[in-house]
């Protein structure tokens, strides 16, 4: 048990960079020594060495696919590229890019580039429209997972005596099974609670004495929520830091996580298509998400043109896997709009950072940690007599979590004089949405034209969550 | 011998009953019974008017959804046991209320019941066989 007293940020960071110390024995040197850093070597490479290491994977990377996926020697083939033209990681803007369209015409193993005998484990994207996205491991892969998943954990502070309560949805979802391998690998005690049943959480959190939390940054508030309801001290646990992520989320919600659940907040991003959690992590310096880029190549777009953007300028952010065996993917278009941040970090990493997420090129929402897209939901409601075009997405956060509601102009069709008919046409739009985004949802029937009508594109989506 | 009656979707917002009634009357239209069915976010107003097209017709114009549908008025002495008598008939013959409203005419000591049946043919004609007096459009002064 340990007690603070936060004087200003830079004595709270200096505790938390003391807290996050591991003292070790330096067999090199026969000595004990401080690292805070998981792979020194790695994270810490200078630029040139870098580009040549990057060089090589990419030179290597680009051979693999175009042998072992159709879809990428037919994509270099038609853009007149092949492997011998790319001769540095200064080339790989010669490549064409990939899409999530492209993952999901391939669905299932079309982007395998290893037989299926080599994979050992396969996760899936959330909640997107028809068939989900796909991600395959070979045992190496796995390996790598949990070698940059180690890199994020060791940022926020963790250790092998850590107890990490990671509370991300084990199962499809890379989230748990992402964190539990970079735990693992630490050398950490895991706790696989998985996602919800909050009490449980609380419970272990104070019984255990966890001392990482691993969760989103709205799951976090709500354990906040229900812990204060529960007369927790969150000053009196051993927590001490949380990676927070698969959503967006603001400095203003750092705060507020600091300090309701006293600790240290920082972000960790990833998708599925590239790996899963692990890709990029924020040291304690909070000053963007350092990526594993000798792992995730990160390139800032213009998503109109394709063109590379200077450095520093805001686009769209593509990753190329330089690494990964078993789906491998060049250029991948992540429709997350962001930029990098020139410059090295004071934490002594040169990985290249990123900034906070600004926002998306489609209209994807993300609704409790998962994936939603507008159209999901419209092809649910033009299913009902009358229903299309006249309805709304709103997103609002209640307390800490999101809700989604689904506003539905009464009409003609579905008028009734009794209540009940009513309630079951609701519900049963609800029911519905619910089975396909697997999140709960509300449904409001609303008076007609009271969604307002705009010229052009009509405005489906109200995202009210201040974050 | 069944009536008609208007059913209008409301959402529960301040101003929008009394937007109706006004919207009746400055067109004149008079209503003679009114029911409100509400959920948390939406409401059902059921009305009985003298002048059932032109109170749809005014409504439509104004956006509102409005929805006809048939009930069965029901004329009882304002006593005590009035509803329940006709009540029990009800349940002998196994006929479900779907919902109900009543009101009180106190210068003819009568109440009337309005209900609504899933078959309001078949209703009336037991009820009518049971000698309960049910009131047609014009005795509610219904155009």
């Not at chain 1, 078993?326 to 040169?350: E, K, N, V």
């Not at chain 2, 239209?29 to 409100?36: G, K």
């Not at chain 2, 107003?45 to 109170?55: E, P, Q, S, T």
Request: hydrophobic residues 40%; aromatic residues 6%; proline residues 4%.
């Amino acid at each position: 048990m340990w007690t603070r007293h936060i004087l200003d940020e830079k004595d709270f960071l200096a505790e938390q960079a003391r807290k996050s110390e591991i003292r070790c024995y330096d067999r090199a040197r026969g000595t004990m020594k401080t690292i805070r850093i998981w792979n020194r070597e790695r994270e810490t490479l200078p630029e040139s060495k870098k580009a040549q290491l990057q060089s090589e994977l990419l030179l290597n990377l680009v051979k693999r696919v175009y042998d072992a996926i159709p879809f990428y020697r037919d994509r270099f083939d038609r853009a007149g590229i092949s492997p011998k033209d790319i001769g540095s990681i200064r080339d790989i803007s010669k490549l064409p890019f990939t899409t999530k369209d492209d993952l999901r015409y391939n669905y299932p193993f079309g982007m395998f580039a290893v037989p299926l005998e080599r994979i050992v484990e396969i996760h899936t994207s959330s909640g997107t429209t028809g068939k989900p996205v796909i991600g395959g491991y070979t045992e190496a892969d796995i390996d790598m997972w949990g070698e940059v998943m180690a890199r994020c954990l060791t940022m926020s502070g963790t250790s092998e005596r850590d107890i990490v309560q990671n509370a991300y949805g084990y199962g499809l979802f890379t989230g748990g099974l992402g964190v539990h391998y970079g735990a693992r690998r630490i050398g950490a005690n895991v706790i696989p609670i998985s996602g919800g049943n909050t009490r449980r959480q609380i419970m272990l959190l104070q019984d255990m004495g966890s001392t990482i939390i691993t969760c989103t940054p709205s799951y976090s508030l709500y354990l906040a929520e229900v812990g204060e309801e529960l007369g927790v001290d969150f000053k009196k646990l051993p927590l001490k830091a949380g990676n927070f992520g698969a959503e967006p989320w603001s400095e203003n919600m750092r705060k507020e996580i600091e300090s309701r659940l006293n600790l240290l907040a920082l972000d960790i991003y990833g998708l599925t298509e590239i790996i899963g959690p692990g890709v990029a992590n924020e040291c304690m310096y909070k000053s963007g998400v350092h990526i594993c880029d000798d792992h995730f190549y990160p390139e800032i777009i213009n998503p109109d043109t394709g063109q590379q953007c200077d450095p520093g300028e805001v686009g769209e952010l593509v990753i190329t896997t330089l690494t990964r065996e078993a789906t491998p993917l060049i250029r991948y278009r992540t429709r997350d709009i962001t930029s990098l941040i020139p410059g090295q970090c004071r934490c002594g990493r040169t990985s290249v950072r990123m900034k906070r997420l600004m926002g998306r090129t489609d209209d994807m929402l993300i609704i409790r940690g998962v994936n939603v897209f507008p159209s999901q939901i419209e092809e649910i409601l033009v299913k009902y007599e009358g229903l299309e075009p006249h309805y709304q997405i709103l997103v609002s956060r209640v307390g800490s979590l999101d809700e989604l509601t689904v506003l539905v102009e009464m009409n003609e069709q579905l008028i009734s004089d009794e209540i009940r008919e009513l309630e079951t046409v609701e519900n049963s739009i609800r029911t519905e949405i619910e089975s396909t985004l697997g999140i709960k949802v509300a449904v409001q029937l609303v008076e007609p034209k009271s969604i307002e009508r705009s010229e052009g594109k009509a405005k489906r989506v109200i995202d009210k969550r201040k974050i | 011998m069944k009536i008609r009656q208007i059913s209008v979707f409301l959402e529960n917002k301040v101003g929008r009953i009394l937007e109706i009634t006004e919207i009746l009357g400055e067109k004149g239209i008079n209503i003679r019974a009114l029911s409100l069915a509400d959920t948390s976010d939406f409401g059902i107003l059921r009305m009985i008017v003298n002048d059932i097209g032109k109170a749809e017709k005014v409504l439509k114009e104004r956006e509102f959804i409005v929805k006809e549908s048939y009930v069965v008025a029901v004329e009882v002495p304002d006593k005590p046991g009035g509803l329940a008598a006709v009540l029990r008939v009800l349940g002998r013959e196994n006929i479900n209320v779907e919902y109900m409203y009543a009101f009180f005419e106190g210068l003819q000591d009568r109440a009337l019941l309005i209900f609504r049946f899933e078959e309001p043919d078949l209703a009336v004609s037991v009820l009518e066989k049971h000698g309960i007096n049910v009131a047609g459009e014009e005795k509610l002064g219904v155009r």
